[in-house]
């Protein structure tokens, strides 16, 4: 079961906290990866740690042009991409009145057009291969909502119609589209948050905790898989209970 031998995966934003969890995650199932970032040195660290079957691809995505090389290069040394995991992510929060069009655009570009860039280029392999599966990495708030994050928000709840409207449209070629969208979750950003709002948020959540990057990991292993072929157009929430959408 779950077994990703002889499949590639492109994961963008690789060098993160759920972006390595990913990459771990995929790697363990069998797949060869294609792993994209900014910044080199942790590509290097975690294509270190994985060994073998593992390619990197330093990739700025706010850079249509870049975005083209990043799938060129990636299906020229491995001749196929048969998943696709738009995991990369920024912020640039402010509240709405105080929002510069420079950090609207910025967020929007890389959470969400990126991802469409990325999606339009590698489906016409998957097509041909008459096989694939594209997971996008939403969030919480693209449910929900929060102050101070409306490109943020807006990025992510893109997502989702993306998501669905893409599902539809490669459904029939045995392609599945489907969107994980975590709540709060261990990471480096989540480590600035200073304690005491760690616990009002703690009480917020149903399970009473933080999730974990692996936890996100292990949801996109499963919809990776041959196991999840009768899944599409899906939004899988994964926030132990914050927001029952």
């Not at 995991?87 to 959470?111: H, K, P």
């Not at 990025?155 to 539809?168: D, E, I, R, V």
């Not at 009473?208 to 899906?234: C, D, K, M, W």
Request: aromatic letters at 4%; proline letters at 3%; a positive charge.
């Amino acid at each position: 079961m779950f077994n990703l031998r002889g499949k590639v995966a492109l994961v963008t934003g690789a060098t993160g906290a759920i972006g390595g969890a990913i990459a771990r995650t995929l790697h363990k199932m069998g797949a060869t990866l294609a792993l994209s970032g900014t910044k080199v040195s942790n590509l290097e660290s975690l294509a270190k740690e994985l060994g073998d079957r593992v390619q990197l691809f330093a990739c700025n995505l706010n850079s249509a042009e870049a975005i083209q090389d990043l799938i060129n290069n990636a299906e020229r040394f491995f001749d196929k991409i048969d998943i696709l995991v738009n995991n990369a992510g920024i912020t640039r929060d402010n509240l709405m009145m105080r929002m510069s069009d420079e950090d609207w655009e910025d967020v929007i570009t890389v959470n969400l057009e990126a991802p469409f860039r990325l999606m339009r280029g590698v489906s016409k392999g998957m097509i041909r291969a008459r096989w694939g599966r594209i997971i996008n990495i939403s969030s919480v708030v693209g449910a929900v909502g929060n102050p101070g994050q409306t490109n943020y928000s807006a990025s992510k709840s893109g997502l989702f119609g993306l998501t669905k409207s893409a599902a539809l449209e490669l459904a029939s070629r045995n392609i599945t589209v489907n969107c994980v969208a975590p709540g709060f979750i261990e990471s480096p950003m989540s480590d600035k948050i200073p304690e005491a709002m760690k616990d009002a948020l703690r009480k917020r959540i149903p399970v009473g905790r933080i999730g974990n990057p692996q936890e996100i990991a292990s949801a996109v292993g499963f919809l990776a898989s041959e196991e999840a072929s009768y899944i599409t157009g899906h939004v899988l929430h994964v926030n132990g209970g914050l927001a029952m959408v």
